[in-house]
């Protein structure tokens, strides 16, 4: 067969053969695979063959084939089938033949709640009696009879229906980056528990629409025994969240599937014209609020460093539109002590693909305002990561350990040693202590609430200009999520309309018209960092 007609044959199966391997798998990673051999095994065949008269039989058969080949591959390497249930080697599913009754029973256990599944599994399996499961599950006998009844009345319900796969069975989606708001706990942030593709899928299966765990997994494409723990799992630590009828929701923020590149221009031209207005009238406040700050230290001794730290401070934090609203719910309490908000970009689509910018514009991404505290040493810092300084890794590379070091180094408690190799080696790789020794990070004398006290705040009268603006706008972005998200969006996009994005064009408007020098190298390691201490370094 021709190469161009086979092309044509694998591009229109292609949603098939993954569809059929997601029905085997139970899992994203083994059904890519399977489906990768399976569209192999299909090509090639198809390639040496002319005439075929039966193409979709063949194609099947294929692919029969090729599964039967996986699974003895898996159990040969692992013991275990894709299912982890145990179940003969030549018992197949095939597409061409109706289900083995056997089989369809066990699928259909397997989307039984656990308590269920367990009470059939050792009545109809083990035949053990009422009695003795009531005392291995821990419920009373009735309790288990009606668990019984309900399993039946469900099998028989799934016997006559047909088991379809959701959109995030066969179009499952990838996080492109992870980002939280809070203390992380000690197993780091959203990532620990969304990085696994499954997990978050099993998220966003209920964030437009609340789901049963047997929703859930009739969504994902999977049985309930493949996911049950890893739904419990996720309840624990606040990522779903039960609402009425058994069902869940979550409060994880999931960027929206379209945007309005109208709409996002729009918003950007309003925060450059606020900010050239803050440019010239709110950071001459700032600076004269801190000229009586004279205990610091800066490396290279440029005060304009600070004051543009205290400029970007007063705008990202002290600017903000008021916008009064509950947002307790967004914040997920792990088991681990994490306290914090979760966000997750996924690919979105503009829903106005034909609109064209008109403006040319620089990344005005930040990674938010990061502060650092010490359970040893009178330190704190307070730090922004943006495309102004040199600092790479954001949050997840900026350790409280880090200012312990350069603590110990500034009040001589180490030295450049073969004993502190592993702290001078840090501080090195941060650029906290340069080659010959010099620290690198500004430093201010005293606590940091009442530096950042002396910051004015930006007037009502100056926030009420825009703040009907900032609403209407955060109310058409709210239109693309769901109900239970809007109250977040709406607050984010009011709040956050005068916040590091516009504090980002003040700094670009302050470099380009000479107010401020450009960073030098050397000043970019600390430029929006500040380390407040009662020591300080030896002038430099």
Known sequence: MEKQCVDQIITEYMPKLYGFSIKKSFSYEEAEEL????????????????????????????????????????????????????????????VEMPEDESKRLRREIAFLTEKRRLAVFYFYYENQSIAWIANELHLPVGTVKWHLNQARMELKEGFSMERKIGKLGLSPIKACNYGHNGNPGSNSGPEFYLGDPLNLNIVYSVYHTPRTKEGIAEELGVTLVFIEDKINFLEENGFLVKT?????????????????????????????SIAETLASEYVPLVRAAIQDVKNVY????????????????????????????????????????????????????????????????????????????????????????????????????????DYDYLYEWISGAIHDDV?????????????????????????VAGKAEDFFAKVPALSEEFKQKFADTALEMAMQEAKNYPPQMQDLIISQNVCGFISTTVAIMVMDILYENGTFQPL??????????IMFTDKLPEKQ
């Not at 029969?64 to 080949?69: A, G, Q, V």
């Not at 030098?520 to 960092?529: G, H, P, S, V």
């Open 35 to 94: 489906c990768s051999d399976i569209i192999h095994e299909v090509y090639i065949s198809l390639l040496q063959t002319e005439d075929i008269f039966n193409l979709e039989g063949y194609i099947w058969r294929i692919s029969e084939h090729t599964y039967s080949k996986y699974v003895s591959h898996k159990k040969k390497h692992l013991g275990v089938s894709l299912d982890q249930i145990q179940l003969a080697f030549w018992d197949r599913y095939s």
């Open 520 to 529: 030098t190298e050397q000043e970019k390691i600390t430029a929006n960092l």
């Open 244 to 272: 009425t009828g058994n069902r869940y929701t979550t409060y994880v923020h999931f960027s929206a599937e379209t945007y309005s590149r109208e709409l996002e221009e729009k918003r950007i031209k309003l925060q450059l």
């Open 419 to 443: 004993a502190n190799k592993e702290k001078i080696n840090r501080l090195r790789e941060r650029r906290f202590l340069g080659d010959d020794n010099s620290v690198n990070v500004m430093m």
């Open 298 to 401: 800066i490396p290279g001794g440029n005060r304009e460093l600070l004051e543009a730290a205290a400029v970007f401070y007063g705008i990202s934090e002290k600017c903000g539109i008021s916008c009064s609203r509950n947002l307790s719910k967004y914040v997920m309490k792990t088991t681990a002590g994490g306290k914090f908000s979760t966000y997750i970009n996924i690919d979105s689509k503009p829903s106005d693909p034909d609109y064209q910018w008109t403006l040319s514009l620089p990344s005005y991404h930040a990674c938010g305002s990061m502060t650092r505290g010490s359970d040893k040493y009178p330190v704190f810092s307070w730090s922004i990561d943006t495309r102004l300084d040199s600092r790479t890794g954001f949050w997840q590379n900026n350790l409280c350990s």
